[in-house]
């Protein structure tokens, strides 16, 4: 930005120059007028310019950094994706003795948590029959 500012410093010194001379008539007689046109006209083309390439060029770094940012972000995404997993493999119908094993793992994971469990004796044996029905139910569906 410092660019920018040091152009919009010269258009106003040229700017300031042209004052100048329509202050100063007497210094420089009828010609005042007209050098005070070019002078004006001079400076506001190359302020213009001046800044117009300042703003380009800092428009260009500004490019210039994102594109290397976009650069990088793309490496690191193509390094990424090729440490991706492949896939899953697509849902499936579990078979009759997939089913099953998953139900006797239920039941067997039942049955520990309940003799962990503090209950009486009835408790106990009433929660093992409970579970045993899921299990026989499970296990009708995975057949029927």
Do not use: C
Not at 20 to 31: D, S, W, Y
Not at 80 to 102: F, K, L, N
């Amino acid at each position: 930005m410092g660019l920018i500012r040091d152009h919009l410093l010269a258009w106003e010194l040229w700017l300031a120059l042209g004052i100048f001379t329509v202050l100063a008539p007497q210094m420089f007689g009828p010609i005042a007028l007209l050098l005070f046109i070019i002078l004006v006209a001079y400076g506001l083309v190359y302020g213009t310019v001046q800044l117009l390439a300042a703003i380009g060029k800092t428009i260009g770094d500004v490019l210039e950094s994102i594109g290397g940012a976009t650069d990088h972000l793309v490496k690191m995404g193509t390094r990424q994706s090729r440490a991706v997993a492949p896939p899953p493999e697509p849902w499936r119908e579990p078979t009759d003795e997939e089913v099953a094993a998953e139900a006797m793992q239920r039941y067997e994971k039942r049955l520990r948590l309940l003799a962990a469990a503090r209950l009486d004796e009835i408790e106990l044996q009433a929660a093992q029959m409970k579970a045993k029905q899921r299990y026989l139910h499970d296990i009708n569906q995975a057949i029927g």
